[in-house]
C-alpha cells in the first residue's frame, strides 16, 4: 500500500471514529462531568483544556507527524512559519464589525453580556487550538493540493459544520440553526479559517482568528 492509500485509509477511519466518540461524549458524557464539576470554570478546563485536547488535538498532531510526508504543511512549518499579521487585520476588523453591528442592530446598544466571567474565557482560550488543529491542521491539510484547493476547503466547511449537530440535538437548537440557515455561517467562518490557514501556512493564524470570534461571540452575541 503506498503512502497516499495509507494516508487515505486512515482519514477514512479517523473521521468515522472521531464523530461517533465525540458523538457519544456529547450525549452520554458531556453532561455527568458538568454536573459532578460545581465550579464553572474548572469544568471549562476539563471539559475544552483536557478532554477535548486529549480527544481532538493530540490525535490529530500525531497524524500530521506520521504522515509528514504526504501533507500540504508539516507540523513544525505550521507553528514556526513567521506570520505577515497585517494581512489578516482586515479579517478581525470584520469580525468586530459584523459582531457589533449586528448586536447593535438588533438591541439598539452594545454592552458585555452578563454572563461571560472565567469560563467562558477558558472555553475562548482551547477551542480554538483543538478545532482548528482538527480541521485545517490535519483533515484539511491531509486533504489540499496546490490545485483545486476549493473542493476540500468546502468539504472542511461541511465536516467542520457537522461537528456541531450533536451539541445543537442536546441544547435542542438544531432545528432552529437548520431553519435559520445558521448552519450556513459556521460553513462561512470554516472556509474563511481554512483560507486563512492555507495562505499563512501558518495554524496560528486560523486559531487566532477563532479565538477572537469567539471571544466577540461570547462578550455581545
Not at 470554516?190 to 469567539?214: A, E, G, Q
Request: proline share 3%; with cysteine.
Amino acid at each position: 500500500m503506498t503512502d497516499k492509500n495509507k494516508k487515505n485509509t486512515a482519514l477514512i477511519i479517523y473521521i468515522i471514529l472521531f464523530y461517533a466518540v465525540w458523538t457519544l461524549y456529547t450525549f452520554y458524557a458531556d453532561g455527568p462531568v458538568g454536573d459532578s464539576i460545581k465550579n464553572a470554570a474548572v469544568e471549562q478546563i476539563v471539559k475544552e483544556g483536557i478532554i477535548k485536547n486529549l480527544v481532538w488535538t493530540l490525535p490529530a498532531m500525531l497524524l500530521v507527524h506520521h504522515f509528514s510526508s504526504d501533507v500540504y504543511i508539516k507540523l513544525k512549518e505550521m507553528f514556526c512559519t513567521k506570520v505577515r499579521w497585517l494581512r489578516y487585520l482586515p479579517v478581525f476588523i470584520l469580525f468586530t464589525a459584523y459582531v457589533l453591528g449586528s448586536e447593535y442592530l438588533s438591541t439598539g446598544k452594545i454592552e458585555i453580556n452578563k454572563d461571560f466571567g472565567a469560563a467562558s474565557i477558558v472555553i475562548v482560550l482551547f477551542v480554538g487550538i483543538t478545532e482548528e488543529m482538527v480541521f485545517r491542521g490535519w483533515l484539511l491539510n491531509a486533504t489540499v493540493k496546490e490545485e483545486k484547493q476549493w473542493l476540500p476547503i468546502a468539504v472542511n466547511a461541511v465536516l467542520f459544520t457537522l461537528i456541531h449537530f450533536p451539541i445543537w440535538i442536546v441544547e435542542g437548537t438544531l432545528t432552529a440553526n437548520i431553519t435559520s440557515f445558521g448552519f450556513l455561517f459556521i460553513a462561512m467562518l470554516s472556509v474563511i479559517f481554512s483560507i486563512t490557514f492555507l495562505k499563512s501556512r501558518s495554524i496560528v493564524v486560523p486559531v487566532l482568528l477563532h479565538m477572537y470570534w469567539d471571544l466577540l461571540a461570547f462578550m455581545f452575541i
